[in-house]
């Protein structure tokens, strides 16, 4: 219950004294109000910048591995459809590249023996289809079995090992021969 001494608004609460004698409660409120508006538009701006950012960094990094993980498997195809300029048959080799994508490429990293994660991260590319590229976006570098690095590096991949199965598939061409009929 306030009493005469008090003053009618709380601003010694807030380190004003006297400032009720000067500043009425809705004069004051009004100001407060308009400062804490102006800062909280400002925050609010910055929280949709970030928040956008994210999103579209976000977007580009799931775009670049979908784009890598693709050239990636139709890099690892080609590879081994260039064994066909020196062998009768490749199917089998290519059931067996299909069977290893397919059914290694569903799973974390983390499940396999670490004697084979370099296996299948660098001889065998399958971790820079999913894994890798799964990692960076959802923030968990640190508990990979690369450098963090690599992983956010693992969209790039995709097109040095297309480039490199395309260039073993032009000098393989050297080796065509033709039915000659």
């Known amino acids: 219950m306030p009493t005469s ?16 004698s000067f500043c009425s409660l ?41 784009v890598g993980g693709a050239l990636v498997e139709g890099g690892c195809q080609l590879a081994v459809a260039t064994f066909s300029f020196r062998m009768l048959s490749t199917g089998a080799l290519r059931m067996f590249l299909d069977d290893i994508m397919n059914g290694f490429g569903t799973y974390p990293m983390k499940i396999f023996p670490s004697a084979t994660r370099p296996a299948l991260t660098f001889v065998l590319p399958l971790a820079f289809v999913a894994y890798l590229p799964t990692g960076v976006l959802i923030g968990h570098t640190g508990g990979l079995h690369v450098t963090p690095w690599l992983a956010y590096g693992a969209p790039l991949a995709g097109p040095l090992i297309a480039a490199a199965a395309h260039r073993l598939w032009r000098t393989q061409l050297r080796h065509y021969q033709g039915t000659g009929t």
């Open 5 to 20: 001494d008090t003053p009618a608004a709380p601003w010694h609460v807030i380190g004003l004294p006297g400032a009720a």
């Open 26 to 66: 809705p004069a004051a409120a009004v100001i407060v109000g308009m400062v804490s508006f102006r800062t909280t538009e400002v925050t609010g701006i910055f929280m949709i910048y970030e928040h956008t950012a994210r999103f579209f960094a976000g977007a580009l990094v799931l775009l670049l591995a979908v």
